[in-house]
């Protein structure tokens, strides 16, 4: 049977795509329930057949959602390709449609949280590689369908602003006069450019849960968890709240420090392992103190190893191929902690500031008052800050 590396080349090949194609794309399995990047010595097929024991595992499905599941065979951008070497080289229009039609979907789909400005800057553009240049008698704005240009909150038609129709419209046209000479190339690296500057691009996404804050009652009533999407890319970590397509804790890895950990409990349902995040506090009045984020997930593991190998191709421990790295590394050997660790002191130490492990996330973002956190003083001891329930528990 092929191999992803056999089927991956045949890609290339059939597209006729640039050498640089091979380390730009990946092939991935897909589902609603679990994405995976392949390595080049898995057999997708052999992957497929699994599917329903990886759910199991990785994923906190109900039989009947198991066996409705269906995966799909992508060919996509490569989770650790750097985003600074793809800025500088991608020239192709054969990458950049694919890498734009991977983006649009992130876009459209909400993964790629952004300003309402910024979305309909990016649907004119959109409007202009797929429809040429902006002609007011062919693109009114009854030509465009909303929801294939805008993220689904954009959609909705308010009195305080233009339709959607319409913003789309004159978006296509501004776009269309931005741009003298226009290219299908020209645009879509435009786009790109857009693209690029969002701290959540080129991210592997997972699903997770933490604790809701208590409300005004208290503990007396127990509040449902936060549905999380936890995006992980070379830069840092964000974590998304999935209901309100908004961000909730976004930090570069020079900020934060991590740790995997599993129940006690394990065969006990509904006890879920989980990944500890630690992060500095944002307040000036405790600027000495840090936080601690727990959140629940079967993905946790899968966290624990993006991150992980992401910061090792950031400190240059290990070469930036597919084949050195993927988003299914089972668990990670005990030694290799105390290696990471220094590696990011080492960068620290000498100087080189946030641009060293952050070019895409500029400074930390956090919405403290929609977070369950504990604190802890310099010393390392657990303080009393006011929260209703303790963040660090097994469930």
Known sequence: MATAQEMHELVVELLELPPMARDLFALWVVSPLLEIQLKPHHVPFRVVQQWPDLLLKYSSASNKEISLDEPVLLFRRNVFFPKNKEMREVRAEECLRLLYAEAKYNVLEGRYPCSAQDCEA??????????????????????????????????????????????????????????????TQKVLKKYMELVWKLPMYGSAFFVGQIERPAGILGTWIQNP??????????QGVCIVDKEKNEI????????????????????????????????????????????????????????????????????????NTPSSCTVLIYPRLQDVRERLNSALRDVVDKGAGPSALTSAIPAMITKMERLVVSTFDSQGERMKDGCKKQAWRFR
């Open 225 to 234: 968890d936060i549905r999380v999407v936890v995006a992980i890319n070379a």
């Open 122 to 183: 990016l649907a004119g553009l959109q409007a202009v590689a797929e429809n040429g240049t902006y002609d007011s008698n062919r693109h009114k704005p009854s030509f465009f369908k909303p929801e294939q240009y805008l993220p689904g909150h954009l959609c909705k038609s308010s009195w305080l602003r233009a339709r959607p129709e319409e913003r789309i419209a004159e978006q296509h046209r501004l776009a269309s006069a931005k741009l003298n000479v226009i290219s």
């Open 248 to 319: 909730l804790l976004l930090l570069p890895f020079e900020k934060l420090s991590w740790e995997y950990a599993e129940p006690p409990c394990r065969k006990k349902e509904g006890c879920l392992p989980c990944l500890f995040v630690q992060f500095q506090a944002c307040d000036r009045k405790h600027s000495d103190y840090t936080r601690l984020l727990q959140v629940f997930s079967k993905q946790a593991i899968m966290m624990d190893a993006m991150i992980e190998s992401s910061v090792l191709l950031k400190t240059g421990s290990v070469p």
